[in-house]
C-alpha cells in the first residue's frame, strides 16, 4: 500500500495542507505528527480573545475533531518528529515509532528565539506561542502584582492591552527605538506608543535589558542603564525562528526557514510551508519567511496544488492584523525599504492608513479601523497600481 503524504507540524499550514488536499481529490493517505497535544487550531487569539476571556480550547480549533477522522486525515498528537531520512523515506519520532512516507511537508512553524540572558530560565519568566503556554500564563497574570512584557512587538503589545483592560500594571521594554518596528512604519509606530501610553502603559523604548533578577523566582527586569523595574511575571515576546532543525539534518538548505521554491518544493517530495519555509519573493526581490496567517494557508494551498501535479506559483501579496483594545491594525504588504509614505484619513479620529511606496511603486499599506483601505491596498499592491483609485469596487 502507497505511504502517502506524511505532515510534520498539526499547526495551521498542516491543517488547511489535508482540507485542500482531500477538496482537490487526493484519495491517499495524509498522516499529521504534531508535537502538542491539540487537533489543529489557530494560535491569533492566544495573545487577544482566548486569553482575555479564558475561553474553551474547542473555540480555537480550526476543524471539529470528528473532521479529521471523516476525511481519513489521522493524527498522531503529542508526538515529536525526531528523525527525517530522505534515502529511506521514512521519519521516526521520539516515541520511536517510524512513519514512511511518499510525500513529506515540513509544516512546523516557529519557537520563541532565544534569548541568553541571566535568569531567563526562573519561574515567572513565559513566552507565548502555544495553548500550553496560556495556561501557565493566565493564572500567573491573575496572581501578578507587575507584569513586565519584554518586546513591544504585536504579541508584547496584545498582552499589554488585554493586561489594561483588566486594571493590572504592565511595563512594557524595548530595545529599539519605536514599538512594533518591525512591521509598521514611524507613523503606525507612534500611534500605537500614544495608545498604549494614553491607557496607562509604561513603555520603555531604547532599553536594553542586562537580565531577569531573582533567586528561583523572577523579581523584575535589570536594564543595561541600572535601573530595575519589579515585576512577578515576566512574559518574553522577542520574536521566533523557525523550526527547521529536522530538516537541517535531514541535508536540506536552511536559513531560518527551509528553502523552498515557488510551489513550496524543498527538494523532490519533501516541502514545507508557513512559518517554516523561507522562499523567494519576485515581488520583493528577496527570500522571505512570513508569519502569518494568510501565508499558512496560501502557501499550503500551493503546496497541495503542486503534489496534486497542478502546480501554481505562489508569490503572494502579505497580509496580517493585529488587535489591541479597540483597534484593528491591518498590515498589507512588505514595508522596508520603502522612499516614500502617505497617510489618508484621520489618525487623531482612529482611523486612517498608511501607504509606503518604493521608487513610486506601492509595496505596503497599514490600516487602522479601516477594512476598506486595507482591502483595496492588497488588490493595488497584486494589481501594481500605485496611486490611489479610489474607483476600485471591494467584491
Ligand atoms: C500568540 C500569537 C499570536 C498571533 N497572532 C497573529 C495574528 O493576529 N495574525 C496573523 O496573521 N498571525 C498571527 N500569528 C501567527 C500565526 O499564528 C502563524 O503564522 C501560523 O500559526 C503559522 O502556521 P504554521 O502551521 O506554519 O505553524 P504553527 O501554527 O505554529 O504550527 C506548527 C506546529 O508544528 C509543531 N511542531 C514543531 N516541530 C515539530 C516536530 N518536530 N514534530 C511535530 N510537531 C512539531 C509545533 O509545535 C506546532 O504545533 C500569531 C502567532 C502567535 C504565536
Known amino acids: 500500500m502507497a505511504a502517502g503524504i506524511l505532515i510534520l507540524g498539526a499547526g495551521q499550514a498542516a491543517a488547511q495542507l489535508a482540507i485542500s488536499l482531500r477538496q482537490g481529490g487526493y484519495a491517499g493517505a495524509i498522516r499529521m505528527v504534531g508535537d502538542e497535544p491539540y487537533a489543529p487550531y489557530q494560535r491569533p487569539p492566544l495573545s487577544k480573545a482566548f486569553l482575555k476571556d ?12 470528528s473532521y479529521w477522522a471523516d476525511h481519513q486525515v489521522a493524527l498522531e498528537l503529542g508526538a515529536a518528529a525526531a528523525a527525517v531520512d530522505r534515502g529511506g523515506k521514512r521519519v521516526t519520532l521520539r516515541d520511536g515509532r517510524t512513519f514512511p512516507y511518499d510525500t513529506l511537508v515540513f509544516a512546523t512553524g516557529t519557537r520563541a528565539r532565544d534569548l541568553p540572558l541571566p535568569g531567563i530560565k526562573l519561574d515567572g519568566v513565559h513566552s507565548l ?9 493566565r493564572p500567573a497574570l491573575d496572581a501578578a502584582r507587575r507584569v513586565a512584557i519584554v518586546g513591544a512587538g504585536y504579541i508584547g503589545l496584545e498582552v499589554a492591552a488585554v493586561l489594561r483592560q483588566e486594571d493590572r500594571a504592565a511595563t512594557v521594554v524595548e530595545a529599539e527605538a519605536r514599538v512594533m518596528k518591525r512591521v509598521a512604519g514611524e507613523e503606525v509606530s507612534a500611534f500605537f506608543d500614544q495608545l ?3 491607557r496607562g502603559v509604561d513603555i520603555r523604548l531604547g532599553a536594553r535589558l542586562a537580565g531577569i533578577e531573582g533567586e528561583g523566582r523572577a523579581v523584575g527586569l535589570a536594564l543595561a542603564s541600572g535601573e530595575k523595574i519589579a515585576a512577578d511575571v515576566v512574559l518574553v515576546a522577542t520574536g521566533a525562528r523557525a523550526n527547521d532543525d529536522l530538516a537541517m ?3 536540506l538548505a536552511c536559513e531560518d526557514g527551509v528553502v523552498v521554491d515557488d510551489v513550496a518544493r524543498a527538494a523532490p517530495d519533501v516541502y514545507a510551508i508557513g512559518d517554516c ?8 526581490g528577496r527570500r522571505i519567511r512570513l508569519e502569518c496567517v494568510q501565508n499558512a494557508i496560501d502557501q499550503a494551498k500551493a503546496a497541495a496544488q503542486a503534489i496534486l501535479g497542478k502546480p501554481v506559483p505562489y508569490d503572494p501579496v502579505p497580509w496580517f492584523w493585529s488587535d ?3 483597534i484593528k491594525l491591518q498590515i498589507t504588504g512588505l514595508l522596508d525599504g520603502y522612499d516614500a509614505c502617505e497617510t489618508v484619513g484621520v489618525p487623531d479620529e482612529a482611523r486612517f492608513s498608511v501607504e509606503y511606496r518604493k521608487a513610486g511603486k506601492l509595496i505596503a499599506v497599514d490600516a487602522i479601523n479601516d477594512g476598506r483601505a486595507h482591502m483595496l491596498g492588497r488588490r493595488r499592491i497584486a494589481a501594481d497600481l500605485p496611486e490611489r483609485a479610489a474607483a476600485l469596487p471591494v467584491s
Do not use: C, M
Not at 277 to 284: C, E, G, P, Q, V
Open 54 to 65: 479564558k475561553a474553551s480550547i474547542d473555540t480555537l480549533l480550526l476543524r471539529r475533531e
Open 129 to 137: 506561542r502555544r495553548i500550553d503556554d496560556v495556561k501557565r500564563l
Open 196 to 198: 498604549h501610553r494614553s
Open 249 to 251: 539534518a535531514a541535508g
Open 277 to 284: 519555509a523561507r522562499f523567494h519573493s519576485h515581488r520583493y
Open 324 to 326: 489591541q483594545y479597540e
